[in-house]
């Protein structure tokens, strides 16, 4: 079975998600597309690292992910396939892979597979499809591009750890309004140390205990809770917690460790 998933900052609105999987339909009728998401905030790589990072892994090995963010076409843009723990992604070299990867690709390619450049208006048609379905069908990687043995680096933004502190911001925010930190399980179980914390945010709100499920609180009530990311989440059962306690991305936490 040929899968193919996309990640793109298209949205809903407008044709050219639609034009993105006529595209692949047209060559490969059979392929089975799987829309992650088309509402990653326009040109924003780490949003659009943290979603695919979370997801790519519970798809079938062999899957490939086509990844359309500030991907337009610039006399120097690189695109690249690669190949990670069994996945195929396609994309822009803009960074992205160093934000979704914990380790080193195990191929990677630089995509040589362009037409006359003066009609490369959507690459995500014009270059991204040609290579996902070549790589879906079973195809080689070096035979669609020159093999590199390096991708741009990007660095995210990690949390300061000062003496019985960590200070985390917000990366996301879901559907729900939840709203996700750079915070991971593993960095809070390390510092916390079977210790009482309290959770500082916007001032004057604090969480003190974590929740293992979101409706452990009552109705309308905060908690914070590590979800299917392993992120520090502050949610609100039943509510919208990003609205309601005013938190938007980038804005900063506060965890204090107590003796």
């Known amino acids: 079975m040929a899968i193919i998933t996309l ?3 298209l949205g809903s609105k407008d044709f050219y998600q639609a034009a993105l999987k006529g595209s692949i339909l047209t060559i490969l009728p059979t392929a089975t597309i799987v829309d992650i998401t088309h509402e990653v905030p326009s040109f924003n790589i780490s949003y659009a690292a943290f979603v ?11 899957t490939v992910h086509l990844i359309g963010i500030d991907s ?22 803009n960074g992205i892979f160093s934000l979704l990867f914990d380790g080193s690709p195990d191929e990677i390619v630089e995509l040589n597979i362009m037409q006359d450049l003066k009609y490369l ?20 990687l070096k035979d669609i591009g020159i093999p590199t043995a390096s991708i741009e680096e990007r660095m995210l933004l990690h949390p300061v750890i000062e003496q019985d502190i960590i200070r985390g911001s917000v990366i996301y925010i879901d559907t729900f309004c939840n709203v ?26 604090t969480i003190t205990q974590l929740s293992w499920h979101y409706n452990e609180v009552p109705e309308g009530e905060k908690l914070c809770i590590f979800g299917i990311s392993n992120h520090l989440e502050i949610a609100i059962n039943k509510g919208k917690a990003s609205g309601l306690l005013g938190l938007h991305l980038g804005d900063i936490v506060r965890i204090q460790f107590h003796p």
């Open 7 to 9: 990640t793109t900052d």
């Open 52 to 62: 695919l990072k979370n997801v790519y892994n519970y798809f079938p090995k062999g």
């Open 121 to 140: 208006h959507f690459p995500l048609v014009d270059i991204f499809v040609k290579a996902a379905i070549h790589l879906a069908k079973g195809g080689k």
């Open 72 to 93: 337009v076409f610039s006399e120097n843009t690189k695109y690249v396939g690669l190949k990670y723990q069994d996945h195929y992604f396609v994309g822009a070299d």
């Open 180 to 205: 996700i930190t750079n915070i991971t399980k593993e960095l809070f179980t390390k510092i916390q140390r079977n210790r009482d914390f309290t959770l500082y945010f916007r001032k004057s709100e």
